[in-house]
């Protein structure tokens, strides 16, 4: 099958006519790719090697496309449907960036009739992403069926104007809390349209964020979730010198980065937790990755919900490049940062 590899850490994306076509295992499906979203992840792998199980790799994990074979024992979906999400990580098989690709039924979502199959291709990492977050690392709860959630209490969202932002500014907001978050100003409307009950400024200096959040809030938030994985150092302060924590005494910080050195300060009661979607699907490699897959696998179920009565809305969108040939054009436009608040995707079937 056709599709485009990358040989070793720092090569070139490079197509190719020769992949072997993957054949899916006991609860597993094999996908026809028809659109992919790319994500910082692609150019990470890339570049770093990081999460990449074996060489030469196949990148991608946004999937979007229709199911064509199903491997035993799976009862979600059948030949035709379409399925979509975010594909195991660095993994042969599963990149999504090839003619056909692997997932595992348990973690995949069941495109319903409200979504396009563009739109489908810009929820996958961005929404498992914020849900891992915010359930594991903020211990936040969905709304049950029929329940609408109020709480008094603020979250913070900095980093609002991403895809991973934009889905966590939906989601803790259906599920009662105030959201504030930080973007620039331009991107303002964006987040408020997600559901941001007010935004903030991340240019400005720290002592005036802290400012702006301490009149804003009045101190009654205790969990910070750092959507774009730069916000380590500012979200120490923020949760030290503004949250006043009247819930449960604790405070909680979930970050994307998890790579950098991190610890909270002494006697700070904050709570730190690294969001890795690499581990998913990986199963039996360890009791992290066995706890992330149980994480999603149950978020699945109440998310699909969700997205068929339109309270998660896909992002924006917009087609940067078409076929194989076009992909490595198309990640390095998305690489420039011209995209901010939409998704950029790869039209490949």
């Known amino acids: 099958m056709r599709g485009v590899t990358v040989a070793s850490p720092g090569a070139p994306y490079e197509v190719t006519d020769d992949l072997p076509k993957p054949s899916p295992n006991d609860g597993q499906v094999l996908v026809r790719s028809l659109f992919s979203g790319i994500n910082p992840v692609e150019t990470f792998m890339q570049s770093s090697g990081m999460l990449v199980t074996s060489w030469p790799v196949v990148l991608g994990c946004d999937a979007s496309?229709?199911?064509?074979?199903?491997?035993?024992?799976?009862?979600?979906?059948?030949?035709?449907?379409?399925?979509?999400?975010?594909?195991?990580?660095?993994?042969?098989?599963?990149?999504?960036?090839?003619?056909?690709?692997?997932?595992?039924?348990?973690?995949?979502?069941?495109?319903?009739?409200?979504?396009?199959?563009?739109?489908?291709?810009?929820?996958?990492?961005?929404?498992?992403?914020?849900?891992?977050?915010?359930?594991?690392?903020l211990g936040i709860e969905f709304p049950a069926a029929g329940e609408t959630l109020k709480r008094d209490e603020w979250l913070i969202v900095l980093g609002g104007s991403g895809s991973v932002g934009q889905y966590a500014i939906q989601i803790a907001s259906f599920s009662g809390y105030q959201v504030l978050t930080s973007c620039s100003p331009s991107k303002a409307p964006l987040c408020i349209a997600a559901g941001a009950s007010a935004t903030f400024d991340y240019k400005l200096p720290l002592d005036e964020q802290i400012s702006t959040i301490n009149s804003i809030t009045g101190g009654d938030f205790s969990k910070v979730l750092d959507a774009g994985a730069v916000s380590y150092v500012p979200a120490m302060e923020i949760l030290v010198k503004c949250s006043?924590?009247?819930?449960?005494?604790?405070?909680?910080?979930?970050?994307?980065?998890?790579?950098?050195?991190?610890?909270?300060?002494?006697?700070?009661?904050?709570?730190?937790?690294?969001?890795?979607?690499?581990?998913?699907?990986?199963?039996?490699?360890?009791?992290?990755?066995?706890?992330?897959?149980?994480?999603?696998?149950?978020?699945?179920?109440?998310?699909?919900?969700?997205?068929?009565?339109?309270?998660?809305?896909?992002?924006?969108?917009?087609?940067?490049?078409?076929?194989?040939?076009?992909?490595?054009?198309?990640?390095?436009?998305?690489?420039?940062?011209?995209?901010?608040?939409?998704?950029?995707?790869v039209k490949l079937a």
């Open 244 to 345: 006043n924590s009247k819930k449960d005494g604790a405070k909680h910080f979930a970050s994307t980065d998890d790579w950098s050195p991190m610890s909270a300060p002494d006697k700070s009661g904050i709570n730190i937790y690294r969001i890795r979607l690499g581990q998913l699907g990986r199963y039996g490699e360890g009791s992290q990755q066995d706890e992330t897959c149980r994480v999603l696998e149950e978020a699945i179920v109440p998310l699909e919900r969700f997205l068929a009565e339109g309270q998660i809305k896909p992002m924006e969108w917009e087609i940067v490049g078409h076929g194989f040939e076009g992909l490595a054009g198309a990640v390095k436009l998305f690489d420039s940062g011209t995209f901010g608040g939409k998704k950029a995707l």
């Open 65 to 137: 496309g229709e199911v064509v074979e199903v491997g035993k024992g799976v009862s979600k979906f059948k030949i035709g449907d379409h399925a979509y999400g975010c594909t195991r990580l660095g993994v042969p098989g599963y990149g999504t960036f090839q003619e056909y690709h692997l997932m595992d039924e348990k973690l995949a979502f069941k495109k319903p009739g409200n979504i396009s199959v563009e739109q489908a291709a810009t929820l996958g990492v961005g929404l498992l992403t914020a849900s891992l977050g915010l359930i594991a690392g």
